[in-house]
C-alpha cells in the first residue's frame, strides 16, 4: 500500500479525489458469509503475534480493522457511485478478499469484500444486476462460491491455471452466470486480451449490468513473483479502458475497484498507476 501511495502521490494524480476508507459496519460481513463465519475471523483476532486459519492466512490484532476499512472502501465506493459523487472509485486496500469464500478464509483473505460491495448494491441502491470481474492472476473462487446459483450477479474471471486455488474451469457455469478464462504459465498480453474479449466483455455486454466490481489483483504482472503470466502495465490500462466502455454503456459508467493481489511492488505501483489514470480519465 506504501508502494501504491507512492505511485499515486506522483504528478498527473493530483485531481485524485482521495477518501480514508470508513470502517464496515460488520453486520454487512452477513450480506456474503453467515455470522458463524464472522464471528470465527472476529474471535480468531490475537492480542498480539499471529493467529493463522490455514498455512498462508495470518491473522493479526489489526486484522478486524484491516478487514472492517476494506470492505468499508468497497461499500463506500459503491455509494459514491450511486449517488453521483464520483464515476467511479478505486479502493486500495488490504487484506484482499476474493479467495474468502461463504465460510472459509483462505489465500490471504478472510472477508469477501467485493462479494459483499456487491449484495450492498442490490439491497441499498436497487442494482438489479451486478457484475463482477476478476483480472487477479489467482481465480476468484470466494466469489464465484458465493454467487454460484445467483443469476443477478455474474462473475467472470482471467486467471492462470494450473495455479492456487485449483478452481477456475471453463466447465464452471453455475446458472449460467459464471465465465472462467483460464490462462496458461507464460501466457502475455495478446492471450488475455483475447480471452477478454472472446469470453468476458461480450457476457458482460449480455448481462447490461447495474454496476460494474472489478476485483482487481496485479499478480498477472510479468514482474510477480507468484505466477507466470507476462502482462504488463499497458494490459491492465487496456482492460480497464474496455470496462469502461461497457459501464458507460450500461450503468452510468459505474465502476468501483478493489485492490486484490500484486507481489511484486514495482509491477503493482506501475499496473496500479495504469489502471487508476485510466480510471480517471477515461
Ligand atoms: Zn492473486
Redesign the pocket.
Known sequence: MRAIDRVLGSDGFEPLVRIEAPEADPKLFELAHPRSHVDLIHDAVPLEGFARVDADTAISPKSWEAVLRATGAAVAGVDAVFSGEADNVFASVRP?GHHAEKATAMGFCLINSVAVAARHAQRHHDAERVAIVDF???HGNGTQDIFYEDETVLFASSHQMPLFPGTGELGETGAGNIFNAPLSDGDGGEVFKAAWRERILPAVDRFGPDLIIISA?F?AHRLDP?AGINLEAEDFDWVTGELMDLASRHCGNRIVSVL??GYDLTGLATSVAAHVNRLMTG
Do not use: R, S, T
Request: glycine residues 22%; without cysteine.
Open positions: 484482499p487477479d492472476v489467482h489483483g499478480d507468484l486484490e493481489g
